[in-house]
């Protein structure tokens, strides 16, 4: 639909009415009404379009969640087929219904080892803060009340819920509303390119930023530490991946302290790092993982917890009732769209032979980007991709000015016809998983067009 179509035979400006009443998730508000807002009015396989008629490469998956892309008629004809057979049940009083159960063995198949256990939520906001009430409830049932304390990576983004927002170590995410809340500690993010690290071996880096986390456990006490929750890679900060060889050690320091480690799999989870998890990506053990987006490829709002045998059966096995739960946890109709999305992410081979090619096509493209004299550094795993736009390529240094080079190349790129995110100066990429080599390669000749003109305007200013 434009932005003057008609709904209902009335003739609608969307972006007038949008800018009137809604108020828009991370947004400075003023700027948007300066700016204007971009209506996006119907997709197909990887590519987006607006009321301008504009077309656009799909570079972000809607938010790092269209794992099988647009228009997919199959998704849509599950859903359909729910809603007409059982639009809604709860799954509270002794009630299940046939769509959650089989979404529970469906996931089952994929999750990692031995976490075959699931509570359902509707956002990776709320399963983060359901698994942070669970951590608490099973520490509680282990007669350990004082177990308590979650660690979490400073930069790490876990969602805006109470509990999710303060474990978030994103910190302009605290002050507006009195966060973070007690009980959590931030420890190193143990990203490379920005730390101390700078000088050390990626294996030193690793070992160092572990050290960190072992000495913050001892430092507050083993028996005041509940669990360690990070994101495979680190997505909203920047895509930063983790420096070989940091995994196992915090596999280790959290058996080691009896520390539940608890996997935020939001971005990570559903091929997205070219694996079903990020866990598998790099061999991490976790006791809890938490999952959305990729779960119904963006089609439906859900999320999940999965837990390992030991919570399970002590949630199993508690004397009283667990007084947690949502209205729609397990909805049929998203659960209905959960279970023919992996079906399909199968059927295509997205976690096999499809997804490795189309991945490693896209790692290709996206290398060639490191000539370019505004890219400092490229990185990239599975279907993520990342480049650092850089002032100096020699010293790293960066632009100044409140907007730096993010900004302008993002829009550079959606004018080349393609969506990319800017997080600060880092463009970030998560394309759907079923984009084609051919697709990568018209992505990334986009993004380099749109680098080149970036670097006019920077240099021009
Ligand atoms: C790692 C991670 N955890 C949690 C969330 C929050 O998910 P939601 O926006 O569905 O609440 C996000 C969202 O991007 C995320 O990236």
Known sequence: MGAQQSQGGIARDWAKLDSRHNLHPFTAHKDLRQDGVRVIT???GVYIYDSTGHRMLDGMAGLWCVQVGYGNLELADAAYEALRTLPFYNTFFQTTHPYVAQLCEALAEVTPEGLDNFHFANSGSEANDTAFKMIRYFWNLQGKPDKKIILSRERGYHGVTTAAASLSGIRSMHPQFDLPIPGIAHVSPAVYQFEEGRGLSEDDFAQLTANAVEEKILALGPNKVAAFVAEPVMGASGMMTPPAGYWPRINAICKKYDVLLWVDEVICGFGRTGQWFGSHTYGIEPDIVTMAKGMS???????????????????????SEMAHGFTWSGHPVASAVCVKNLEIMRRLELVGPVGDRNAAALQAELATLADHPLVGEVRGV???GAIEIVKNKETGERFSGAAGGGVVCRNHAISNGVMIRACGDTMVMSPPLVITPEQSKELIDAVRRALDATLDDLMAD
């Open 297 to 319: 490829s963006g089609y439906q709002p859900i999320s999940a917890v999965a837990l390992n045998a030991r919570l399970n059966e002590a949630i199993v096995n508690a004397p």
């Open 42 to 44: 119907h997709a197909d």
């Open 382 to 384: 599975g279907f993520l």
